[in-house]
């Protein structure tokens, strides 16, 4: 067991290599000169220059290479071109809304789509199991900004329930915090409890139709405990992994979200830095995410290995 | 696969004079049989005509811009209204759908196509198949928009750049689907037989291995197409999409985003049909992908 862990855990740093070298490569094969590109129209020769050293283009491209893994091994992700601050203290001054922002969407999303799921397989072929579907298909093709100004329109400039945009800490306690994040929870946590609920069924499916299920049921227990107790516990490893594997989805939909409802965090920093062509930026914040997932997922599937004693190594 | 197309396409249709209302009625079966393709298709086929023939359903040019005219809400002249700049919504909207609608067709075809050619060696060739896929796991760990942010900040604003930076996240799915069905394939009698008699390896791969792959790469592109036109949308909505005097509908989106007090049919009318145009496409390529599944396609057999 302990050798899987180990594997498991190996298993995941060449594919953060190939991350790295995706994202430094993206730099080099863009075509055009990149440091044209981002210094803009007005740019100056000199300008043009300075990006150009500040992102290394002037090196020797294997000692551009060598040198960008070992800064990143370090924890340096590069220096903002606009403010010259490092991009790794721009990210974390940025990650408590995206973190925040991210796990009450993942709390939504669970709670509304395992139980989504659950009823619609245990109804299946009826039209609660296709009304349920067919809500999820919505949503899940529902853009985020679409749904969030919705929202934003309705409860908020109509209704005044809730402030149109921006960010209270938790710390400046729970009901600002909700008010102000409750909508764009929705938003994004719809997309994300429709691709979870589809999953939850279908694997809910798989389950309910093996024997041991049908001995439940024949052995008189009620139907609540046999979804609950004996699928949806079997169900659990293919659903979990999902939740894993759509954090990419989530990830990608918090920097959209961000923006909507000008909420400060990690996907708004990207919006700006989109506009000032600040690519270090852009740069370290993929990577950020990306290592995040990876080492998200290696973490679900060392928990379900070390729980599920039918997962043999 | 095929054996569910065949026995779908080639009803045998009675040369009487019936014929032509049998076959209705059989189209019309079919449908009932599956809606989502019906109605996703028909949704969709609304749409695509609604874009192509915009010039002949409004009679404003979609950049025109009428300074008199701004913000005024939906009315008998201006179907849903005008936009800040006294531009026509509807008008606007229709014409949006064309580059949406163009970027979706195009990621569909070039992340399917390079998704299989990337798909087809992996599976077939050991020796290169470890490092391809270990690639591709990399490509799969990006946020698909960042990678695309990142590829369209680094090159000049074009329709060809947001294309080639939607296409490139969307094809390690292709690659590993394409390759799963090679590995079951080449595992087959038959591709041993092949292999046997002499045939060569483009034979192989052409002839008995790519037909395999044409059902689940259909169902496979339709999603790409629904999900490239969302991510159109979002790169041009962040300001790293088309070129912002193309109408598409992330870019009317993202001007409108600041008048949603006084004007939210700017915002909410584009929206609207660029969901309801992904979900035609999320809805058909569900529908495919149940009409196309082995598996069901057996069921439906035996009962039939």
């Known amino acids: ?313 | 696969m095929s054996s569910t197309r065949i026995m779908i396409s080639s009803d045998p249709v009675p040369a009487q004079a019936s014929a032509a209302a049998s076959r209705g009625r059989k189209i019309a079966r079919w449908m009932l049989r599956n809606p989502r393709i019906a109605f996703g298709a028909a949704l969709f086929g609304i749409i695509l005509l609604l874009t192509l023939l915009a010039p002949l359903l409004s009679p404003y040019d979609p950049l025109q811009m009428n300074p008199m005219n701004r913000l005024k809400p939906p009315s008998s002249e201006h179907l849903l209204g005008t936009d800040a700049l006294g531009r026509d919504v509807f008008t606007r909207t229709l014409y949006g759908g064309r580059a949406s609608l163009m970027v979706g067709f195009s990621v569909a075809i070039a992340a399917t196509f390079i998704g299989l050619c990337i798909g087809l060696v992996s599976g077939y060739f050991r020796a290169v198949d470890n490092v391809l896929m270990l690639v591709m796991s990399g490509l799969m760990s990006i946020p698909g928009i960042l990678l695309a942010i990142a590829m369209t900040t680094l090159s000049k604003a074009s329709v060809t750049t947001v294309i080639l930076a939607i296409v490139v996240p969307e094809v390690p799915r292709t690659a590993r689907l394409v390759r799963s069905i090679v590995l079951t394939i080449r595992e087959q009698p038959y591709v041993d037989a092949a292999i046997v008699t002499g045939s060569s390896v483009p034979r192989i791969l052409f002839r008995h291995i790519l037909p395999n792959t044409a059902a689940p790469l259909t169902v496979q592109a339709t999603f790409i197409c629904a999900s490239a036109i969302i991510v159109e949308a979002y790169l041009s909505f962040l300001g790293a999409g088309t070129p912002p005097e193309v109408p598409s509908w992330g870019n009317l989106i993202a001007e409108a985003r600041n008048f949603i007090r006084l004007a939210f049919w700017i915002l909410l009318y584009p929206g609207l049909l660029l969901g309801l145009t992904v979900l035609s496409v999320n809805l058909l390529g569900d529908g495919l992908r149940d009409l196309l599944d082995p598996r069901l396609a057996r069921q439906m057999k035996a009962r039939s």
């Open chain 1, 1 to 313: 067991m302990f050798g899987y862990v180990v594997t498991r855990i190996l298993s995941a740093v060449p594919v953060m290599a190939v991350v790295a070298t995706i994202v430094f490569l993206l730099l080099h094969l863009t075509p055009g000169d990149p440091a044209t590109i981002i210094a803009g129209e007005q740019a100056t020769a000199a300008e043009i220059e300075r990006i150009r050293t500040s992102l290394g283009l002037d090196r020797p491209l294997l000692q551009q290479f060598v040198g960008w893994l070992l800064r990143i091994l370090s924890g340096d992700l590069g220096t903002s071109i606009y403010s010259g601050k490092p991009v790794t203290e721009l990210i974390l001054q940025r990650l408590e809304p995206t973190v925040s922002l991210a796990l009450l969407t993942l709390s939504i999303a669970i709670v509304i789509a395992v139980p989504t799921g659950v009823i619609a397989a245990w109804k299946e072929g009826t039209w609660v199991d296709w009304t349920l579907m067919f809500l999820a298909i919505v949503f899940f093709s529902m853009p985020i900004f679409i749904t969030g100004y919705i929202l934003i329109y309705n409860f908020s400039v109509q209704w005044r329930m809730l402030p149109v945009q921006g960010y209270r800490s938790l710390s400046d306690g729970i009901g600002p915090f909700l008010s102000h994040m409750i909508l764009p929870a929705i938003s994004l946590g719809l997309v994300y409890a429709s691709l979870l609920a589809r999953m939850s069924r279908s694997a809910m499916l798989e389950v309910l139709h093996q024997d041991y299920i049908r001995t439940a049921r024949a052995k008189g227990l009620g139907t609540s405990k046999v979804l609950f107790l004996h699928a949806l516990k079997n169900a659990a490893v293919p659903i979990i992994t999902t939740i894993g594997i759509g954090l990419i989805l989530l990830i990608s939909g918090v920097v959209v979200v961000e923006s909507v409802f000008a909420i400060p965090g990690i996907g708004r920093l990207t919006v700006d830095a989109i506009l000032r062509r600040d690519y270090p930026i852009i740069q370290g914040v993929i990577l950020f995410f990306s290592f995040v997932y990876v080492i998200i997922n290696l973490l679900i599937d060392l928990t379900y290995r070390l729980v599920d004693p039918r997962i043999k190594y």
